[in-house]
């Protein structure tokens, strides 16, 4: 699959420092286009669908294929008394064996299997999409109650401390991210028993204990509260959303009178693409393959997201970018972004939920019902995969496996990162982690998940990053010249085939013992743990193409806690931002490209009274002697990046990405700072200029900063510092006029030369040169003399 917006070649990108012979050859990485470009401004755009919408889909177009039987084997493997060593026949072996819960021949002190077909005769009934839910519910309940006894060789037992239930939703859900709270509504939830009783519990209620007296909670919550809608379920609990959709055309065919195993037969859709319920024909009829036969396990690639045609039937679909348009987008497409989303993105949300309320989580599944189809939707920061479908009526057996497969999930299969344990710490949400390191022993690292200051991320795919105040023991004996609550955890998904931060800090701190601009402007890392389970093993046991291309690993990086940019105003602000700017650049001489300027990414402290600035977070960053191409697919900050790479070029990654696009990116987050920020503080949502920046896709946002270069008047802050409103302006010229340079040789070109290709391979050297346009600016020289006056 061609990165977004790509290009269609499926091989990693090149450095941003290599040489390129053709006008498509790729010279830097790509940019997401997906979620993670809008996760560091979810205070900006909310979580309201109409606006965070567009990206999720985006995400969503991304999506590989597999078969089912393929996903099937492999939530069994997952599942089994042996997930590492391969069992090839698991599939088969659990067919046979569910065959007499399907066929009404298994009972227990909980439920009689022949009440499945008594459900599935009134899920097919006319009637509304939410007559689904209670015959649907029955008949899951009442096979997880029979699947519980059935036994497998080489099968694990059912996890008594998850004991999951399936169990009616269609409430509001509620979550903070930052500062701002999302509500979603998914129609069914699988869950732990426990967690679906809580809600219809007194709060001095026991819990049952005793097996006999649980056995009677649960058919009692499985006969009426299960199919009731509980008030205040709780994300983290959450372990699979269901959502369904009931097409107008009715005609689903009732179960059969009995089943046997039969090989797979492709429903129709096989597949869900974004808007498939639009789309007429999307896929051939039911495959004539006689039962005799076995069903393909091979994993089908998904049509891209600069595909024009869906993956079956070529028929057309729109595309998620051709939504994320400026101010000015038609009322057509504003009515679509009102409309409610397609089922693929509404799960979609409600797996980035799912995501945001558990730490260091390493997958997801949903499941996606529509009419009698179900398809199986697999989610990690490396993307998403969905698998063909299961008619659950006329192919029981499969859908029984699923659910036998998934009973048998502990915590950590359904993808919980055992590793961090929740804990309280005074009342307040944390979370406990503890390894074994070869040089400090035993490492306690307390999380600090419910303070006001942790920084979550919204998003399907990508880095993922959360920043927590964390405390250790270890640690603090370690680094006893940091106070106690000056430390932070970063944890984030990293590409695995990147230099890794840790590597890229040590040359860094090489850097930094020799040149004194970088020396105490660079993060102090003070600890560091790589997680070993990349995300591309999965991949490889589907088969979906280029598995481990864009894989990803977790990390846990420890540094000392620093103070955000955002918090200065006037020379202070100047000050820190100039200090980070020298950094940034003897670092990009020595080797170091950092890459993703923004705001988050520049801070600051105190050192015997006078102001350091840092420039922060090298997950990003690239070595000038990295031995080859590293990197899937990088994720940019939009509103900052340099307007030459928010250009369709620069996004498909055919603009070599230079110093000066950096340098240009440190203009813009100045830009930013001054005319949203008031004394250090933001705005209500909303209320402010360059708001809609990170609401926009590159392009459009591009467009806009042209527009505010030319009309700077219309933005000028009040009560701004003299001084710092001069070389606003200056700034704000100077990109002004790059940017008239730029179209101008493009135009040349044209004349010239009859070519559009647009080239910059020739201001590769020219560093100081474009650094000095700023610094010699009288604006600049007169702000760096009230600096060090200051100090």
Not at 66 to 88: E, F, G, K, W, Y
Not at 569 to 576: A, D, L, S
Not at 623 to 637: F, I, K, S, V
Request: with cysteine.
């Amino acid at each position: 699959m061609s990165p977004a917006g790509g290009t269609g070649t499926s091989s990693t990108p090149p450095r941003a420092n290599a040489q390129a012979h053709g006008p498509s050859q790729l010279k830097s990485t790509p940019n997401s286009r997906g979620a993670s470009v809008v996760s560091e401004n979810i205070d900006l755009v909310g979580v309201k669908v109409k606006k965070i919408r567009p990206w999720i889909q985006r995400d969503i177009e991304q999506t590989k294929e597999c078969n089912v039987d393929a996903m099937l084997q492999a939530l069994l493997q997952r599942s089994s008394c042996a997930p590492h060593t391969i069992q090839p026949e698991l599939l088969q072996k659990c067919l046979q064996a569910v065959l007499p819960v399907c066929n009404g021949q298994v009972s227990t002190a909980l439920a009689n299997s022949s009440d499945i077909a008594t459900a599935l005769h009134e899920y097919v009934l006319p009637g509304l999409e939410n007559k689904y839910y209670s015959p649907f519910i029955k008949a899951t309940n009442i096979a997880l109650a029979c699947l519980e006894e059935t036994k497998v060789d080489g099968m694990c037992a059912p996890v008594p401390t998850v004991d999951m239930i399936c169990q009616q939703n269609d409430m509001p859900m509620h979550q903070t991210h930052q500062t701002v709270t999302s509500t979603r509504k998914p129609d069914l939830v699988i869950l732990p028993f426990d967690s679906a009783c809580a809600p219809f519990e007194t709060k001095n209620q026991d819990t049952e204990k005793d097996t006999e007296k649980r056995d009677e909670k649960r058919k009692a919550h499985m006969d009426k509260n299960a199919m009731a809608s509980p008030k205040n379920l709780r994300w983290k609990d959450i372990l699979a959303c269901i959502e369904f959709k009931r097409k107008k055309k009715l005609g689903s065919a009732p179960p059969p009178p009995s089943y046997k195993v039969k090989g797979y037969v492709p429903t129709k859709p096989e597949y869900l693409p974004v808007h498939h319920l639009q789309v007429e024909d999307l896929a051939p009829g039911p495959s004539k393959t006689p039962s005799t036969q076995p069903a393909s396990h091979t994993a089908l690639p998904s049509s891209g997201p600069t595909t024009a045609q869906s993956s079956k039937g070529g028929s057309s679909k729109r595309l998620a970018h051709d939504t994320l348009e400026s101010a000015t987008t038609k009322k057509k497409k504003t009515d679509e972004l009102d409309a409610d989303p397609d089922v693929t993105v509404q799960m979609g949300l409600y797996a980035a939920e799912m995501f945001a309320a558990n730490l260091g989580v390493n997958h997801l599944l949903n499941l996606v019902v529509i009419d009698d189809t179900i398809w199986i939707w697999y989610y990690d920061r490396q993307g998403i995969i969905q698998s063909s479908g299961i008619n659950f009526l006329q192919d029981l057996p499969r859908f029984m496996v699923l659910l036998y497969a998934l009973q048998r999930f502990k915590l950590e299969d359904w993808g919980r990162n055992e590793a961090f344990l929740p804990d309280e710490n005074e009342g307040v949400q944390c979370h406990k982690f503890e390894i074994e390191d070869e040089n400090l022993g035993t490492v306690d690292l307390l999380l600090h998940t419910g303070h006001a200051e942790r920084v979550t991320h919204y998003g399907l795919q990508g880095r993922a990053t959360n920043v927590v105040p964390v405390t250790s023991k270890t640690l603090a004996k370690k680094y006893a010249h940091i106070p106690k609550d000056d430390m932070v955890a970063k944890i984030f998904w990293g590409e695995a085939s990147r230099t890794s931060e840790p590597e890229i800090l040590k040359k860094v701190e090489e850097i930094a013992k020799v040149h004194a601009s970088v020396k105490d402007h660079i993060p102090e890392l003070l600890w560091h743990h790589t997680f070993t389970n990349p995300t591309s093993t999965i991949r490889e046991a589907l088969g979906v193409p280029e598995p481990i291309k864009g894989s990803r690993v977790l990390y846990i990086l420890v540094f000392r806690k620093f103070k955000p940019i955002t918090k200065l105003r006037g020379i202070e602000f100047f000050n820190v931002w100039r200090q980070c700017i020298l950094c940034h650049v003897t670092l990009w001489k020595e080797g170091v490209y950092h890459r993703d300027v923004s705001p988050g990414n520049m801070m600051w402290y105190r050192k015997d009274g006078k102001l350091i600035g840092v420039l922060n977070d090298y997950d990003l960053s690239s070595l000038a002697d990295d031995a080859g191409p590293r990197g899937n697919e990088r994720t940019g900050t939009v509103p900052f990046m340099a307007l030459e790479l928010l250009k369709e070029q620069g996004q498909r990654g055919e603009v070599k990405h230079l110093y000066r696009h950096d340098l240009e990116s440190f203009m813009w987050v100045f830009i930013w700072i001054c005319v949203r920020y008031r004394d250090g503080v933001l705005p209500p949502r909303g209320s402010c200029h360059l708001d809609h920046w990170a609401t926009l896709n590159a392009v459009a946002c591009g467009v806009q900063k042209l527009y505010f270069l030319s009309n700077l008047a219309d933005y000028y802050p009040s009560g701004i510092n003299e001084h710092v409103g001069r070389f606003l302006v200056h700034c704000v010229k100077m990109l002004r006029q790059i940017a008239e340079r730029q179209s101008s040789r493009l135009e040349e070109q044209i004349l010239n030369q009859g070519a559009t290709e647009q080239s910059n391979d020739e201001e590769v050297d020219n560093i100081d040169d474009f650094l000095q346009m700023f610094t010699t600016m009288p604006s600049w020289v007169e702000l760096t003399e009230l600096s060090n006056h200051s100090q």
